[in-house]
């Protein structure tokens, strides 16, 4: 990065962190600092619930399995836009009904004081984790590459959210989500742009999409039922159905961006807004991954993405520096020879009725496989020289071609659009946290202290900061799994499914009461992470983390029922109030 | 006891030019899903 590069990233960050900061400053009423002003319209709503869910790790790490894996990732979205139809029709209502601040204070209201704890207590727990990994993400990659400090990394992008999340609640988040959001949204376009712009001469982007394809990586829905598989049109459909609706309907991040604004009408627009653009949206991030494969296909690539790692093996010692190089010389050697398999591909299938396309087709992916292959030994001599060296490169893919192929003020803006995205789902976290913590925990446990509003919204300030400094405390200590994505949607699969079950139950169940969903979401939630502790012991439990939002889910409505049943009370206490 | 509270009627107009109730919005939303994982079926087809 050079000093055009950091006027722009500065700016734009700091820029937008102190206009919100500023802007927000005198929010000293509870309602709007919790759920933001009232006159928030669907827009604002549509973008900060886009920005609550897209993480600095969608943009980094969706490229990285495009380009690894395909586009089969998108079919993790498709339970999404049902789910969003569901939570307009059924939880908005009641919860714009009731005037909740939290969806855990529904819980308190439809059953009792221990269910609405236990709610808030897995919500806590579980986006208490994740805000770790989500301020992590972004600043372990970008500290390799950029060669920045990792602690001061973490710990400026994490004090910048807190001082405006903190000063101006949930107004501030929705406010700079919006700038942050359309930060994202330019530098994503220019870089798909100029991608596009990069491929070589003569290859345009219909040629590198049928390149793409023929190399599997355009394989969008997959109609297998093999439960081994980790993404299909039935995982998507089902599994996803369920982590979006409790992800939407139940994670108070989400639920405190579309229970605001002027009227009903504005949060169901707002949720139909994600509902339609979502899986767009997602589509285009993993076709940039997998035409990132092609023009690497024609560009010098290196064997290892993550180049500082393999650097650093490399030169541990003689014996390191002379295998690696042998590996990259064979690596480059191949990519020569796939280069001319894929030209004799194209032209193959340009010419009419060639009887030579199949047999060109057949020795590229032969040569594609012959790459893969020097890859996979590329990381196998990395983790036999170092067993704890990182050997997964792909959410370095991304972040690489950024920082080579694009021009100086532009790698600004797109390292900017990476900071954007990790202060804007974490504003939304850290102001999740605080109002959970301040409505459902400490006015429980205080309850003289509810009628004094400026005593709340000092209580939320404090909370908002002391989930900030754990989130950075965490960060900076704690160690993550190497797909970062995957490891946020694996920490809430492990606990949305249980959340979701007690909503269900409360919505639709109305016979079940507080003590029948308390015992089953315990019980459930104790089979749940035995599912996934138990995974590695027992190949039959080895199933894609999205059905445990299924599982859990329906072991809790069951057991809420059987329990129900067993406890002989016929009617719900309903405590509203 | 009190009754749990029902949701708001679904019949209410969304102001939405085009949709007189939001059952009409949701099945909107409802058939672009459709129709876009129709188009990312023929997408991989095209160009498997």
Same mark, same amino acid.
């Given at each position: 990065m050079n000093p055009l590069d950091w006027i722009v990233l500065l700016v $734009?960050?700091?820029?937008?962190a102190a206009y919100g900061a500023w802007h927000t400053r005198h929010t000293d009423h509870l309602d709007t600092y919790l759920k933001g002003s009232k006159t928030t319209r669907w827009g604002t709503i549509g973008i900060s619930v886009m920005a609550t869910q897209a993480s600095a790790i969608t943009f980094l790490s969706i490229?990285? %399995?495009g380009f690894e894996s395909g586009i089969g990732f998108v079919q993790n979205y498709f339970g999404l836009p049902l789910a969003l139809i569901i939570v307009c029709a059924v939880f908005l209502p009641i919860y714009r009904q009731l005037g909740v601040y939290t969806a855990y204070e529904y819980l308190g209201r439809r059953f009792d004081a221990k269910t609405r704890l236990l709610g808030a207590g897995l919500f806590l727990l579980q986006r208490g984790l994740a805000a770790g990994v989500t301020i992590y993400a972004p600043a372990i990659i970008l500290a390799t590459v950029l060669g920045w400090r990792l602690d001061l990394t973490i710990i400026g992008t994490g004090l910048l959210v807190i001082i405006y999340t903190v000063t101006g609640g949930s107004e501030a988040v929705s406010l700079t989500q919006k700038w942050q959001m359309g930060i994202i949204f330019g530098g994503m376009l220019t870089a798909f742009v100029i991608l596009v712009a990069r491929l070589p001469p003569g290859l345009g982007l219909g040629d590198a999409t049928h390149i793409a394809g023929a190399m599997g990586k355009l394989q969008a829905v997959d109609f297998s039922i093999n439960p081994d598989k980790r993404y299909t049109l039935w995982t998507g459909l089902f599994g996803g159905l369920f982590l979006s609706l409790s992800y939407f309907g139940t994670d108070q991040s989400q639920v405190q961006r579309y229970i605001g604004g002027a009227a009903l009408r504005e949060g169901r627009l707002g949720l139909m807004f994600n509902a339609l653009l979502k899986i767009p949206m997602q589509f285009s991030i993993l076709l940039l991954g997998a035409l990132l494969f092609v023009f690497y296909q024609f560009q010098p690539a290196p064997v290892f993405f993550n180049r500082v790692e393999w650097q650093q093996h490399a030169s541990a010692s003689r014996a390191n520096a002379i295998l690696f190089r042998a590996i990259e010389v064979k690596h480059t050697t191949l990519q020569a020879a796939q280069q001319d398999t894929i030209r004799a591909w194209l032209a193959a299938r340009k010419q009419p009725d060639s009887a030579a396309e199949p047999a060109a087709r057949a020795a590229m992916l032969q040569a594609e496989s012959a790459t893969e292959a020097v890859h996979a030994e590329a990381r196998a001599a990395l983790e036999a020289v170092d067993p704890l060296a990182k050997t997964r490169d792909s959410d370095y893919v991304f972040i690489g071609f950024i920082l080579d192929q694009l021009p100086h003020g532009v790698i600004g803006l797109l390292i900017a659009v990476m &900071?954007?995205?990790?202060?804007? @789902?974490?504003? @939304?976290?850290?102001?999740?946290?605080? $109002? $959970?913590? $301040? &409505?459902?925990?400490?006015? %429980?446990?205080r309850p003289l202290?509810?009628?004094d509003e400026a005593r709340n919204v000092r209580a939320a300030k404090w909370f908002t900061a002391f989930w900030g400094v754990v989130a950075i405390a965490f960060a900076l200590f704690a160690g993550f799994a190497e797909n970062l994505i995957e490891a946020i949607n694996i920490i809430g699969s492990i606990f949305y499914g249980v959340m979701l079950g007690i909503f269900l139950v409360a919505f639709f169940l109305k016979r079940v009461g507080g003590t029948a969903v308390f015992c089953a979401a315990v019980i459930s939630q104790t089979l749940i992470f035995a599912l996934y502790l138990l995974r590695h012991h027992f190949p039959v439990l080895d199933i894609s983390y999205l059905w445990y939002n299924l599982i859990g889910c329906a072991a809790c409505v069951l057991l809420g029922l059987l329990f129900q049943a067993g406890l002989g009370i016929t009617t719900t206490e309903v405590n509203i109030g | 006891m009190k009754p749990a509270p029902a949701p708001t009627p679904d019949d209410a107009s969304p102001g939405v030019p085009g949709f007189r109730t939001w059952r009409g919005v949701y099945l909107f939303v409802f058939a672009c899903f459709v129709l876009v994982v129709v188009l990312l079926a023929v997408f991989s087809r095209l160009f498997a």
């Open positions: $734009t960050m700091v820029g937008i490229p990285g %399995q &900071i954007a995205a990790a202060l804007g @789902s974490k504003a @939304s976290e850290l102001n999740a946290l605080g $109002t $959970t913590t $301040t &409505i459902d925990l400490w006015r %429980q446990f202290a509810a009628h | -």
